[in-house]
């Protein structure tokens, strides 16, 4: 979470700050400021708010070519002014934004600052006073900051000027995401390619520990005890129009209209000459070796790899355990004796997760990532890596990359199944299959005005909502749940329907929205069952259901396709149910309140 970007160079660096931080605001939008050094002077402006808020407060002549810029979501100290970032040291000396949480500031401040005035509640005031402590105790800049970076405990990226010198810009990173951008007679750093994406597209990866020290046309990258180290750039790939809204309201509109696209890039990806669905052998090899896979997510990875226990299992037979990584790292089941852990993560930077990979690696368990983000830390750090192909997604609420993992995990199981000789995985043709998936994808994405009008019938005023389901049905319940709680605020639960009446069935009143999905002929009448429940005791239900299944009270048909393939059509009524609820109600689709897109905190 929080994103920051810097720059030093020869032209105004407000521009770049601003357009930067405007790219990374997925990453934190509750306050934003930024930092412009020229001739030995510090111009400080921040807001609690937007970047646009802050773009207003930013004055027309205000002039610097190094600054720094932040956009904040909170981790210590409530949305404010005093606590957004940049933070300065008592003189105003040095001036820092941070990105990251330091978990033994108490103890630094207690330590060392005691005679030090504060005036926000961040951690981060922490390292700027640090800095100018150990300044004033004698060293110069870059020896203070690598004094202070070795007390801190916890993860940062941080960008730092100091005021007395308006040729360099520091930066170091430790857990938290952080780049430097490389151009002629000019250098950035960012939390993401996509704020320097407009200056460059030559980047280069700072790793763990280290410092780095930038000049206009200079790079220095420093590990934690000095040496300096040297580092290739590599040419970035994303396309600048990707990340670009077009004619769009809302990204999350555009990204949920992606699907069908997506869908169909991920089969060409994954096919060989011969139009064969593959995967790399040594991904293949590490997980035939292993007893066990635990998959390891949060949130809509976590629910995509659900769906993918189901997958591998019934394609390939190998057994599958999902976790929520939150909970995983620090409750271990007993694990199997060669166990593999494939990490699904849009990001790759989620920071739960990360540790999971971390403590695993340790114990000397074999890891596979499951990214959107080449190049990301969970992508970098585990042994074997696959992509989603998605393309960048900015909208908070995740819908492509949902669909995406989970095309991605049935192209896994069944080249898995195929190398055991599985007659299930045999006889499926899955890039017919997904080829089908992205037509019924194209029907559901088509559906909208439909989906508005259900929408605005059951989800305009409601304080809570139910999404039911059974075997896979259950699981795109729980990510229907999830994304319209997260973008309308309504409290929202996904139910195995057969559960319901063992005790939640009592919450169920008058009007109470209960949206039944439908796609396994085994369960359909037992569902039907459950919803007849729900109707006997007031409840305004609706029931979306796979075409051969559907009844004629039914809602909404989706297109026929495979039925271990469903939930990538099942769930793009869902993703644009919560989309118009959110419109419904007002709320701000893209940017809800109290989230971030990429979430670098534990
Ligand atoms: C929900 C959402 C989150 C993420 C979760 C994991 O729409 O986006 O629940 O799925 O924070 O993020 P990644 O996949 O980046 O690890």
Redesign the pocket.
């Known amino acids: 979470m929080c994103g920051i970007v810097g720059f030093i160079g020869s032209k105004n660096a407000k521009d770049v700050l601003l357009n930067g931080l405007e790219k990374l605001e997925y990453r934190g939008y509750d306050s934003a400021g930024i930092a412009l050094l020229n001739h030995n002077e510090v111009y400080v402006v921040k807001e609690k708010g937007r970047i646009a808020d802050l773009s207003e407060k930013v004055a027309e002549n205000a002039f610097g070519e190094v600054g720094i810029g932040h956009t904040r979501w909170a981790t210590h100290g409530k949305p404010s002014h005093e606590n957004a970032h940049p933070h300065q040291s008592t003189s105003g000396r040095f001036t820092m934004v941070h990105n990251g949480v330091i978990e033994n500031y108490s103890l630094l401040k207690e330590e060392y600052l005691k005679e030090a005035t504060f005036i926000s509640d961040t951690d981060t005031e922490v390292i700027v006073q640090l800095v100018e402590k150990f300044v004033e105790e004698g060293l110069n800049t870059e020896s203070a900051l690598r004094k202070t970076l070795s007390l801190l405990h916890g993860s940062y990226a941080i960008s730092l000027i100091d005021k007395e010198d308006s040729q360099t810009l520091y930066a170091a990173k430790s857990k938290s995401p952080l780049l430097i951008g490389k151009g002629e007679g000019f250098n950035v750093i960012a939390s993401d390619a996509m704020a320097a994406l407009k200056e460059t597209d030559q980047f280069i990866e700072i790793m763990d520990g280290e410092m780095v020290i930038l000049t206009r046309s200079g790079v220095q990258i420093l590990s934690a005890e000095g040496e300096e180290i040297e580092r290739a750039a590599y040419t970035a790939t994303i396309d600048a129009t990707d990340i670009e809204k077009g004619t769009y309201p809302h990204y999350m509109l555009k990204e949920i209209d992606e699907q069908p696209a997506v869908t169909r890039r991920i089969i060409q990806s994954y096919q060989n000459e011969d139009g064969e669905l593959t995967v790399e052998q040594p991904i293949l090899d590490a997980i035939l070796e292993a007893d066990r896979v635990h998959i390891i997510?949060?949130?809509?990875?976590y629910h995509a790899g659900l769906v993918g226990k189901n997958l591998i299992e019934k394609l390939a037979h190998i057994p599958v355990e999902v976790h929520v990584s939150s909970e995983f790292g620090y409750n271990m089941p007993l694990l199997s004796e060669r166990p593999l852990f494939l990490f699904?993560?849009?990001?790759g930077?989620?920071a739960d997760?990360r540790q999971v990979l971390v403590k695993v690696k340790e114990m000397g368990y074999k890891t596979l990532t499951l990214t959107n983000v080449s190049g990301s830390t969970l992508d970098r750090e585990a042994d074997h890596a696959m992509y989603l192909f998605a393309g960048p997604e900015i909208a908070?609420?995740?819908t492509k990359?949902y669909t995406a993992q989970i095309a991605v995990l049935s192209i896994l199981a069944v080249t898995l199944g195929r190398e055991k000789g599985i007659a299930a995985a045999k006889e499926l043709d899955l890039a017919v299959e997904l080829g089908i998936v992205a037509t019924a994808m194209e029907a559901m994405v088509a559906s909208k005005e439909l989906v508005e009008h259900i929408a605005g019938e059951f989800l305009a005023t409601t304080r809570n909502a139910f999404f039911l389901g059974r075997s896979v049905d259950y699981f795109v319940a729980m990510e229907a749940a999830?994304?319209l709680k997260?973008i309308s605020y309504i409290q929202a639960e996904g139910f195995a329907s057969g559960e319901l009446k063992h005790g939640t069935i009592a919450l169920i009143e008058d009007e109470t929205p209960v949206l039944a999905i439908v796609t396994q002929e085994n369960i359909n009448w037992n569902i039907r069952g459950n919803v007849n429940e729900v109707l006997a005791r007031g409840a305004n239900a609706c029931v979306f259901a796979m075409e051969g299944l559907e009844q004629p009270e039914d809602r909404l048909v989706i297109p026929h396709v495979h039925p271990l393939l469903t939930s990538l059509a099942s769930v793009i009524p869902c993703q644009l149910l919560a989309y118009y609820a959110a419109l419904h109600r007002e709320c701000d689709v893209d940017k809800p309140r109290n989230l971030a897109k990429?979430?670098t905190v534990e």
């Open positions: 997510a949060c949130g809509t990875s699904i993560t849009q990001s930077e989620t997760s908070v609420a995740s990359a999830l994304k997260e990429s979430v």
